[in-house]
């Protein structure tokens, strides 16, 4: 996922290019390019790990605990309700609709990547 986020991150900065950028296009893709191969070197020790530990897995599942296919949602589980979601979701939808400050580049960035 770091090496896609990554990726976007360059395509934006490719295509919208910021006024005061003091750094060309091969020196970003340079940056890019190493930025993505150590996060594909970092990411594959998790997979490896996390693939192997699957594939050992020889323990039976527990026949006392049910789950169901689909998570129920119940109060506990909506999730608009809890407090701070709604407080997230408020804060995005303002943020979202202040077409004004769309005129600022790191602020289209950060409304982009959100």
């Not at 709604?86 to 960035?109: N, Q």
Request: glycine share 4%; charged share 15%.
């Amino acid at each position: 996922y770091q090496a896609i986020i990554i990726g976007c991150y360059y395509l934006y900065r490719l295509i919208f290019t910021y006024k005061y950028d003091i750094v060309s296009r091969t020196q970003k893709l340079i940056c890019v390019i190493s930025a993505t191969v150590l996060s594909v070197l970092s990411s594959v020790f998790g997979l490896f790990t996390g693939i192997s530990a699957f594939l050992e897995n020889d323990r039976k599942q527990n026949p006392n605990v049910d789950i169901p296919f689909l998570t129920p949602l119940d109060y506990h589980y909506f999730f608009f309700s809890d407090g701070f979601f709604i407080t997230i979701s408020i804060l995005t939808i303002v943020a979202l609709l202040s077409f004004k400050l769309y005129r600022f580049y790191f602020y289209r960035l950060f409304a982009i990547v959100t």
